[in-house]
């Protein structure tokens, strides 16, 4: 299993980055993916999630309006387009598949390296 982000860098406060995840070796259709970040000295959180299927998506609260989390099922990829880029948007992003068995008794999780997005002048 492999997710890989990309795309990630430095852009001006007010601007706008993309980033994908591209994933391997599991269904992916199958899985809940989402976008997490993190910056040091404080615990991961999640910014933005598309259910399995890519039909249902849930924003954090302070991303609703300004991020869209879209999938490319040809391609097994996930992005994140991320608008009126703010200082506080400055984070390690991880992307994330995960799902559930059927049986509920077994959860797979599986998490990408991470990609830095630094928003400054």
């Known amino acids: 299993v492999q997710l890989v982000e990309s795309w990630g860098g430095l852009v001006q406060p007010g601007g706008s980055l993309k980033l994908s995840c591209a994933t391997s070796?599991?269904?992916?259709?199958?899985?809940?993916i989402s976008w997490s970040r993190q910056v040091p000295g404080k615990e991961r959180g999640l910014v933005a999630g598309?259910?399995?299927?890519?039909?249902?998506?849930h924003y954090a609260e302070s991303v609703k309006g300004r991020f869209t989390i879209y999938r490319d099922i040809g391609k097994n990829t996930v992005y994140i387009e991320m608008n009126g880029l703010k200082h506080e948007d400055t984070a390690v992003y991880y992307c994330?598949?995960?799902?559930?068995?059927?049986?509920?008794?077994?959860?797979?999780?599986?998490w990408g390296q991470g990609t830095q997005v630094t928003v400054s002048s």
């Open positions: 994330n598949a995960w799902m559930v068995s059927m049986t509920g008794l077994k959860r797979y999780d599986y």
């Open positions: 070796g599991f269904i992916f259709s199958n899985y809940v």
């Open positions: 598309s259910g399995s299927g890519g039909g249902i998506t």
